[in-house]
């Protein structure tokens, strides 16, 4: 069974930086293209970014105008987002997300494990 927890939310100030980290167990993350995505309470889940099983190839949300962006280090079993110049907007629990799939997903459907998610809150 593959676990996926994430930490490093918390609460900032507008413009400043955050990186959120997802840990894998259970299986080897390489097995897994993985994603992130986040959420605002009564509003559905939304794509973030995505990255390949290797690290060669990932895609993000073009919304985010490049201020995220996806990374692992497999040998860690971590996936990261670094998140750059945040908005109150970006405000939301960020999920991060795992599927064996081998074409990058940007639904939610896609993914077959979830973490528990974190918080962040973003202050003006």
């Known amino acids: 069974q593959v676990r996926l927890v994430e930490s490093g939310g918390g609460l900032v100030q507008v413009g400043d930086s955050l990186q959120l980290s997802c840990v894998v167990s259970g299986r080897a993350s390489s097995e897994y293209a993985m994603g992130w995505f986040r959420q605002v309470s009564g509003k559905e889940r939304e794509f973030v970014g995505a990255i390949s099983q290797s690290g060669s190839g990932s895609i993000d949300a073009g919304t985010l105008k490049g201020r995220f962006i996806t990374s692992r280090d497999n040998q860690k079993n971590t996936v990261y987002l670094q998140m750059t110049n945040l908005k109150p907007e970006d405000t939301a629990v960020y999920y991060c997300?795992?599927?064996?799939?081998?074409?990058?997903?940007?639904?939610?459907?896609?993914?077959?494990?979830w973490g528990q998610g974190t918080q962040v809150t973003v202050s003006s």
């Open positions: 997300a795992a599927t064996q799939s081998s074409v990058l997903q940007y639904i939610a459907r896609g993914y077959e494990y």
